[in-house]
């Protein structure tokens, strides 16, 4: 018996800095002023210009850094007309499009959906997903929530100095807690 009570005590005190670490996120401090983000502008990065899958502009509105990783907000410019993202997961984020201009095409575990300016869709954590767009331009505001590290994925894909191929594009997918699971999407 005291051999038990031994152990669970050990046990206890192991798992208490674990506990701590799990607290500490709601304890840091959180942007306390509001800030204004000007239309075409990113607020850390400026136009960060994709490689690899597309190359659209990505503009930052609100980081992770700013909400503790709570939340993310891009707005992306779409330039790359039958091009979008391979099909892919995100473990542990949930992701909303709202389509401010053009049509794309959205894959969404077995369901495919068409967006046009005005529509939002809900892509749930753990749920295969891609997208295309198909008009010859576009623009969408993309919501991370949490904020995950979708922002150093793109930051890491405007930052390559050559055209990645697929297993350089998967690879990076992987650096940024995103698994590729398809092809990307074609337009009809």
């Known amino acids: 018996m005291k051999r038990n009570k031994f152990i669970a005590s050990i046990l206890t005190v192991m798992s208490a800095p674990l506990f701590a670490l799990s607290q500490l996120k709601d304890k840091l401090p959180r942007q306390k002023k509001g800030f204004k983000i000007l239309a075409g502008e ?27 990783g709570e939340l993310a907000i891009f707005e992306q ?5 039958g091009k979008g993202t391979p099909l892919h997961i995100h473990n542990a984020q949930d992701e909303i499009f709202y389509v401010i201009q053009g049509a794309y095409k959205f894959k969404v575990g077995d369901e ?32 991370m929530q949490p904020a995950g590290k979708l922002e150093n994925f793109f930051v890491t894909m405007a930052s390559l100095n050559h055209e990645p191929s697929q297993q350089e594009i998967a690879k990076i997918f992987a650096d940024n807690d995103m698994q590729v699971v398809g092809p990307p999407l074609k337009i009809d």
């Open 42 to 68: 990113g607020r850390i990065h400026g136009h960060i210009k994709l490689k690899g899958v597309n190359s659209n502009i990505l503009d930052v509105k609100v980081s992770g850094s700013d909400t503790n």
């Open 77 to 81: 410019t779409s330039l790359s007309q």
């Open 112 to 143: 495919i959906y068409n967006l046009t300016t005005g529509d939002s869709i809900f892509l749930p954590r753990q749920v295969a997903h891609a997208w295309t767009q198909v008009s010859e331009k576009g623009k969408m505001t993309v919501i």
